[in-house]
């Protein structure tokens, strides 16, 4: 861990995991200033790098719903 | 279209003044990104938040290269000395005019998540199993060895009507769906003595944790809200305890904006500066 932060320092399996990571963070987390997300599904390379990702952040979006509509 | 990367203060480290192009920040597909005032009396005119937005025809996909442009702006942000609100990626209003009534709606319930984040960043650790860790063992596989000479017809005679095969397609299905679940347990206790002693290591460091989802089975996320000023300390304690934990593979990424713990639905920190609604 020499360089502990630095992305291109790791394996391809290492760079993936938090490539993933990161991704999933920015569609399942942060601030919600509207009341609804609008997920345009489109391109292949997301669902080739995490098909996960974005079932979970559907899954968010619906579990959250009935929260969101009372902020 | 306006999409909303992130709310973020003081606007001077990103431009001159507000509503114009942030400085060398670029968006979704190298679009402009603008620095929009909000105004709102929680705030003196030097501290207001600003929204960093974008124009954009359509929803923009949802592709791994829009995420990384998305975070992208949030994390430039951070790096320039704002403390930062980011985003949930994919949220659209009609103009900014929309965006400002929205976030009015909303300015005192953010007052609180600006205090949290102020001077901070997140940190992630990625935790995986290790070479060096056990495998995998389904809880029923904890039986005597069958003598190899004993044939698939000898332990059909042996087992009970009752007993299920562990050759048969229900068994299999069970198995399926049974082993990610095995396996998010494993992991998680893999990691827990690990969680437990960067607890104790680097508790004064850390102002907040997140364990995020385990999407995938074998890796277990944690994400730590971090003073600036305490990511050199924070990252050698992390790699010293790591060392004691052979049976786990530790990857560091970060700074980030703290996308983990921005949420109005969760709850505010606890006594223990852990975010209970995230454990």
């Keep these: 861990m020499s360089d502990p932060t630095a992305l291109e320092a790791r394996t391809p399996d290492e760079r993936r995991l938090v490539l993933s990571d990161l991704l999933n963070r920015v569609l399942d987390r942060g601030l919600m200033i509207t009341g609804s997300v609008t997920l345009a599904v489109a391109d292949v390379d997301l669902v080739q790098l995490d098909l996960n990702l974005v079932l979970t952040a559907v899954e968010t979006a619906i579990r959250d719903k009935p929260k969101r509509a009372a902020v | ?279």
Aim: hydrophobic share 45%; glycine share 6%; proline share 7%.
């Design chain 2, 1 to 279: 279209m306006i999409y909303l990367y992130g709310l973020a203060r003081p606007a001077a480290a990103l431009a001159e003044a507000t509503h114009e192009a942030a400085r060398d920040l670029y968006g979704i597909d190298g679009g402009e990104v603008r620095v929009v005032s909000l105004a709102a009396r929680e705030f003196s005119s030097e501290s207001a938040p600003v929204a960093l937005i974008g124009v954009v025809p359509s929803a923009p996909a949802t592709s791994a290269a829009h995420l990384v442009e998305h975070d992208r702006v949030c994390t430039t942000a951070l790096v320039r000395g704002c403390d930062v609100l980011p985003a949930r990626f994919g949220q659209l209003f009609a103009d900014d005019d929309a965006l400002a009534s929205e976030y009015l709606q909303r300015a005192a319930l953010l007052a609180p998540l600006w205090q949290k984040v102020a001077h901070a960043v997140e940190m992630s650790l990625t935790i995986t199993p290790g070479v060096a860790a056990p495998p995998v063992v389904a809880a029923d596989a904890a039986v005597v060895p069958e003598p190899a000479d004993e044939t698939s017809v000898d332990r059909a005679r042996k087992r009970s009507p009752h007993e299920a095969s562990s050759t048969g397609i229900g068994y299999a299905y069970l198995n399926s769906v049974a082993g990610p679940i095995r396996e998010r347990q494993r992991t998680r206790e893999l990691v827990e003595p690990f969680r437990a002693d960067l607890r104790r290591s680097a508790g004064e460091l850390i102002r907040g944790e997140a364990v995020r989802s385990q999407s995938v089975p074998s890796v277990m996320g944690l994400s730590h809200l971090i003073d600036r000023a305490a990511i050199p300390a924070y990252e050698r304690v992390v790699a010293e305890v790591a060392v004691a934990h052979p049976l786990i593979r530790v990857l560091f990424s970060g700074p980030s904006a703290p996308y983990s713990f921005v949420s109005l639905e969760r709850g505010l920190p606890t006594s223990s500066g852990v975010d209970a609604a995230h454990r």
